[in-house]
């Protein structure tokens, strides 16, 4: 059995110095929403951050997600057009924050450097750890990509935002998407002006994050372990 230095040596284990950095990424990620206009991704960049998102662990191995690159300058403003028709809904459903949302950005979708759409692909038929809750775990698998996607932005130092206002049926139109897919979301990613020192919401005062000792419970739902 290898000692722990050896582990390290080999590269099976990570250092203290790798370790910090990882919760430190984690920390620092932000739903981003402003980007510097004008910027650009280098292409090797984009594929890391890709393949980043192609490492997620999926559910029976099935790998649902497909990445839809928004290239054409038109079809940018079209799904930007379907952000702000749903951002409108969105607001008179809120009825007394209406005012108070419309205040908020939402989107960076004009601004950023790139514009992916992750997408729900068909169902393959897998079986294998999904029987019970076939969409539930294929839709988790997705969002495994997303988050993959979205730390290794953060470590690259670039900023990424997930919207999600929009109707999926007229985007999966927009988009081609067939029978039986689902975009999920519409990914904003770019060099960003700066990092927002906490959420954003948190610091438009729009909503208090909770801390985790209120989302814990032991052996069931709503027991807090004794202090």
């Not at 950095?21 to 090797?44: S, Y």
């Not at 992916?116 to 038929?125: E, K, R």
């Not at 953060?154 to 007229?170: H, Q, T």
């Not at 909503?207 to 027991?223: I, K, V």
Request: one cysteine or more; charged letters at 20%.
């Amino acid at each position: 059995m290898k000692t722990a230095e050896e582990k390290l040596a080999s590269g099976e284990y990570f250092s203290a110095s790798e370790r910090a950095a990882f919760f430190r990424v984690i920390a620092a990620r932000r739903d981003m929403r402003h980007f510097l206009p004008g910027a650009t991704i280098e292409e090797a960049v984009l594929q890391r951050l890709l393949q980043a998102a192609h490492s997620a662990p999926s559910v029976g191995m099935m790998q649902p997600w497909r990445f839809i690159r928004a290239r054409d300058a038109a079809l940018r403003a079209a799904i930007a057009a379907l952000v702000d028709e749903e951002r409108m809904l969105t607001a008179q459903a809120l009825g007394g924050r209406e005012a108070e949302f419309m205040r908020l950005k939402v989107e960076g979708i004009h601004e950023c450097a790139e514009l992916l759409v992750a997408v729900l692909a068909p169902d393959d038929g897998t079986v294998f750890g999904r029987r019970t809750m076939p969409e539930e775990m294929a839709l988790c698998s997705v969002a495994c990509a997303i988050q993959n996607l979205w730390l290794a932005a953060r470590a690259e130092n670039l900023g990424m935002g997930w919207v999600s206002l929009f109707d999926p049926m007229a985007l999966a139109a927009l988009l081609d998407i067939p029978s039986g897919g689902k975009p999920i979301a519409v990914l904003c990613l770019g060099p960003v002006p700066e990092f927002y020192a906490a959420p954003m919401l948190q610091l438009e005062q729009w909503r208090t994050p909770q801390p985790l000792h209120e989302m814990l419970f032991e052996n069931s739902w709503g027991c807090h372990a004794a202090a």
